[in-house]
């Protein structure tokens, strides 16, 4: 079955320096989609980057990458530059291609201190 | 923005009444989907949708009903809440443009008591 897995239920990071937020996922097939959502404390879901388990570059929003390691299954966002905005709840989720569904992890609360 | 709506944005209601919540959108997606979060759980699925009238089940649809009969709207319906059903209520939709993403709704925070 599919799985996500997220190991750090807690991160903290200085003002201005990169952190890295840890996925793992568990799937059979060969085409899936990786994502990353941020949740401010105001509640609202906001995508930040998407990963297609065919795409041979990792991809980059803004200081958003993904560090793709498809042979281990694993998927981490780095943030770099933080910023005290930047302190959140981040879901790491995956979808296969054919099926429609996401599927979460259970989030790592990160919080960027001056 | 991906023009989501959803209402109630907050309810309060009591175990054993029906309870209906709207998602609207106002950008003709194909796809739409209704999550709930909860602690240690992330987002499950709940139900989702591919069109008008055409409705699948998701990870955690018992207790649950949806329909949707225009494309602008897709309603979930808990027909006789319990407490564990208190939960956030989240509404998405799958851009056509962008095939792969699911851009989600505010939010709807329902208290079952």
């Known amino acids: 079955a599919q799985k996500i897995t997220q190991t750090q239920p807690g991160m903290f990071v200085q003002e201005k320096e990169a952190v890295t937020l840890d996925c793992t996922y568990d799937?059979?097939?060969?085409?899936?989609?990786l994502f990353w959502y941020k949740q401010p404390s105001s509640g609202e879901m906001i995508f930040l980057i998407y990963q297609g388990s065919y795409d041979e570059q990792n991809a980059t929003e803004g200081r958003y990458s993904l560090n793709f390691q498809k042979a281990r299954k694993s998927a981490n966002l780095v943030i770099s530059a933080s910023q005290l905005g930047d302190s959140a709840m981040y879901f790491c989720?995956?979808?296969?291609?054919?099926?429609?569904?996401?599927?979460f992890g259970t989030g790592t609360r990160l919080q960027v201190f001056p | 923005d991906a023009g989501i709506t959803q209402s109630p944005r907050h309810k309060v209601t009591e175990t054993g009444t029906p309870v209906t919540l709207r998602c609207h959108q106002t950008e003709n997606h194909r796809y739409m989907y209704w999550y709930r979060q909860d602690p240690g759980h992330g987002l499950r699925l709940i139900h989702y949708?591919?069109?008008?009238?055409?409705?699948d089940k998701g990870e955690v649809s018992d207790g649950y009903s949806v329909s949707r009969s225009k494309t602008e709207d897709f309603l979930l319906t808990l027909e006789s809440a319990t407490s564990s059903q208190t939960s956030v209520y989240f509404c998405?939709?799958?851009?056509?443009?962008?095939?792969?993403?699911?851009?989600f709704g505010p939010g709807t925070r329902l208290l079952v008591l």
């Open positions: 998405a939709i799958r851009d056509r443009l962008e095939q792969e993403t699911q851009y």
């Open positions: 799937t059979s097939d060969q085409s899936y989609g």
């Open positions: 949708s591919y069109g008008v009238k055409d409705t």
């Open positions: 989720a995956m979808r296969e291609r054919n099926t429609d569904k996401l599927i």
